[in-house]
């Protein structure tokens, strides 16, 4: 059960990260990889609100992947879990760079 809050608890953060990006009033793009600088972006404010949306959308199915450890730490299904948030961050880096990176630079 603590497995399964500390998974839920990141999955909120992971949210609570699509919101501030959502609305930020910043004029400086939001970084989506770690230690990175951003590209020059086009439009600062859209391209703010389609990284809040995919760190949402990250959340959401993060938290929804985290399901299994409802039955405990020792379940087989919580391979389910691993290897479906292996995928999902490769989806989310693939969206990222073919579909927002694309439309956003300058």
Do not use: H
Request: glycine residues 10%.
């Amino acid at each position: 059960m603590l497995g399964f809050l500390i998974w839920e608890l990141m999955g909120i953060a992971f949210l609570g990260l699509g919101v501030w990006a959502i609305y930020s009033k910043r004029e400086v793009a939001f970084g989506f990889w770690a230690n990175a600088e951003t590209f020059p972006v086009k439009d600062v404010k859209l391209y703010n609100r389609a990284v809040g949306k995919l760190w949402i959308v990250f959340g959401v199915v993060f938290m929804i992947l985290g399901i299994p450890l409802l039955q405990g730490q020792n379940s087989p299904y919580v391979v389910c879990s691993i290897l479906g948030i292996m995928i999902e961050a490769i989806v989310a880096m693939v969206v990222y760079t073919t579909i927002i990176e694309k439309k956003y630079r300058k």
